[in-house]
Nanobody
Framework: QVHLVESGGGLVQPGGSLRLSCAAS????????MAWYRQAPGKLREWVAS???????TYADSGKGRFTISRDNAKNTVYLQMNSLKPEDTAVYYC?????????WGQGTQVTVSA
């Protein structure tokens, strides 16, 4: 079993920053791609960013230039640094990891961008 624990969400003003974390534990031998998704109220869940085990990163257009995904393989943790946040970034952010071909989701962490 794979267990994902996210943290770092909260309320922030427009233009502010937040750093999300997601720690993976359990049967994670062979963990590969780690990613972040988000789901705003009334909308479908959307991909935000991904990082491979070797550090190759990709981003959705919505976060390019503002979001940075990184990972600490020793801690099996993935991060999402979010800068210049906008109200439209408000969503529940989910961690997703691939372990030997299977995908696992975290419970989500709320990010609210509001004045």
């Amino acid at each position: 079993q794979v267990h994902l624990v996210e943290s770092g969400g909260g309320l922030v003003q427009p233009g502010g920053s937040l750093r999300l974390s997601c720690a993976a534990s359990g049967d994670i031998f062979g963990i590969n791609v780690m990613a972040w998704y988000r789901q705003a109220p009334g909308k479908l869940r959307e991909w935000v960013a991904s990082i491979t085990s070797s550090g190759f990163t990709t981003y959705a257009d919505s976060g390019k230039g503002r979001f940075t995904i990184s990972r600490d393989n020793a801690k099996n943790t993935v991060y999402l640094q979010m800068n210049s946040l906008k109200p439209e970034d408000t969503a529940v952010y989910y961690c997703n990891v691939n372990v030997r071909g299977y995908y696992y989701w975290g419970q989500g962490t709320q990010v609210t961008v509001s004045a």
